[in-house]
């Protein structure tokens, strides 16, 4: 077992109403994961919920946004991720498409992403508010998202701050009691100036998870390869970054691609040996062979 490990593997997996009642309580700590080994140390490492974003889409496939990740590809990396969480209630993003089109496809998309992997909430960017009332009607929890929302990035102008205007912080506080009142059980806020999010917080009585969105949110959530530094191509400013993981794989690779060139890899430490009469053996049939 890991020297890391914070908790109990047998401890109780965090359930939807944990991550209410932590409301006013305790901040809760949200990360992204894609695969199963990093779905195990981010949940040894104790965070509380684990979103399977569609960012995989970018830091993952290698794609310039998120708008083609598909369900499929979706539900592959979910799967994943469940197998290596024991504690944390992992979240996956609906893709783009999924849930626009009314609450028949949301239905039925979130039904096959819960039950072909595993996940037991899904979140949906946007107030599609007749969607969420029917995933939650049908017992699928819902986490909201509002602010900056990257499938809609195009009609944002960009990925810029959002509710920096008087009008459109107000749409933002109206947007957060709406998915409220829809039901969510939670609301991630980006990129939105911090005493607007300090505001929606005061006002709805369900956690705000925080990118971008300041200290006074219930909790807060990153994306894995910005924070351990996996993903260079962009850094958005609201990033901490708390480890240089890219740099350390590089150099790692290079030692070892010098190594395999020097001869210094592998030592006899890393192979097999035989024994010495069987390798008499060989050599006698090798004899004969020549
Ligand atoms: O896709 C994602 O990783 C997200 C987070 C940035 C909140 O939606």
Redesign the pocket.
Same mark, same amino acid.
């Not at 974003?53 to 995989?56: E, F, K, N, T, W």
């Given at each position: 077992m890991s020297t890391y490990q914070t908790f109990s593997t047998d401890e109780k997996p965090l359930s939807i109403l944990d991550v209410r009642d932590a409301k006013n309580r305790r901040k809760l700590a949200m990360v992204?994961a894609y695969d199963t080994p990093s779905a195990r140390i981010v949940d040894r490492a104790g965070v509380d919920m684990v !979103?399977v974003?569609?960012? !995989?889409g970018m830091v993952m496939l290698g794609r310039k946004d998120?708008l083609s990740v598909t369900l499929d590809e979706m539900i592959h990396h979910c799967r994943a991720v469940v197998q290596g969480i024991h504690h944390a209630l992992v979240v996956a993003?609906m893709p783009f498409m999924t849930y626009e089109p009314g609450p028949d496809t949301a239905l039925s998309n979130a039904a096959r992403l819960v039950r072909e992997s595993g996940v037991r909430a899904v979140?949906l &960017?946007g107030a599609f508010l007749p969607q969420i009332r029917a995933l939650v009607g049908a017992g699928i929890p819902v986490m909201g998202?509002i602010g900056l929302t990257?499938q809609r990035s195009a009609q944002l102008g960009g990925f810029k701050v959002q509710g920096k205007r008087a009008e459109a912080a107000r749409q933002l506080l109206d947007e957060a009691a709406a998915l409220e009142d829809a039901g969510c059980f939670a609301i =991630?806020l &980006?990129a939105i100036p911090a005493p607007l999010a300090a505001a929606i917080t005061a006002r709805v009585s369900v956690p705000t998870i925080g990118?971008g969105a300041g200290a006074d949110c219930d909790g807060q =959530?990153l994306?894995l390869h910005d924070m351990l530094g996996l993903y260079s191509e962009f850094t958005p400013r609201f990033v901490k970054r708390y480890a240089e993981l890219g740099t350390l794989m590089e150099q790692a690779v290079r030692d070892y691609a010098e190594e395999v060139r020097s001869g210094a890899f592998p030592t006899p430490a890393h192979g097999f040996s035989m024994d010495e009469e069987e390798r008499a053996r060989l050599e006698d049939r090798l004899r004969e062979t020549e």
């Open positions: 992204t !979103l974003g569609d960012s !995989l998120t993003d979140k &960017e998202h990257p =991630v &980006e990118i =959530v994306v």
